[in-house]
């Protein structure tokens, strides 16, 4: 550089872990004292990658009789194991909402009855006994129409695995549902609901329909 000449230095940071990293970074003067700036980059987000983008996925119109698949690699660039997980979150919040709101069905159920007790004690047992209300039933769970196998895989650093997303459903109608998948480091007890992947699946499941062209 020439006197007072100033010059503009661009710093790319390739992190391979979602962790705090520390380097530094020397600059050598030939004829002067050399320099050392500290660098300090934090890795966000996910180690994980796919080619492919696997955020929507639409299986398109498939028969009620046959199940979809479709198949993708998901690899991990993180310098550390992990241990991925799959599951619906669409069916999970499905069950839960059905559940809460049958429990709230069951408390105004046991309300209401306690209440016709009471004003039926009151008239000496002189009425007629209506039939007492049937309690409304406990939900099913609900039946998810897309599922990932496998469901739970360890990867280790720098390796990477197939995962196939299938898709089915007996009921015609256009269906979208999510899968998450969480991961889990080595050492931690949990899995992390966030810095995994999030597909929405979707499709259109017709029934197949044949039309003979004679009776014969």
Known sequence: LAP???????????????????????ILVHEGA?????LVAKGTGTTLFCVENIANIDFGFQFTTNQCERRYLVQTRGRRAQTLQWHNKTKIE??????????????????????????????????KKKGKKKAPPEPEPMTP???????????KPGTACYFSIYGKSADV???????VCETKLAKEKNFKKSGGLVCDSQGSFIAPKLELSCEN
């Open 4 to 26: 007072q000449e100033s010059i503009e230095i661009t710093l790319t940071a390739h992190l391979d872990d979602t962790i705090t990293h520390k380097e530094s970074l020397n």
């Open 34 to 38: 050399s320099i050392s700036f500290p």
């Open 94 to 127: 499905t069950d839960e909402r059905q559940r809460s709101e049958w429990v709230h069905q069951m408390k105004e159920h046991k309300l209401s009855g306690a209440g016709k007790k009471g004003e039926d004690g009151g008239k000496g047992g002189g009425g």
């Open 145 to 155: 129409v897309f599922s990932v196998e496998p469901e739970e895989v360890e990867l």
């Open 173 to 179: 109608d256009r269906f979208k549902e999510t899968l």
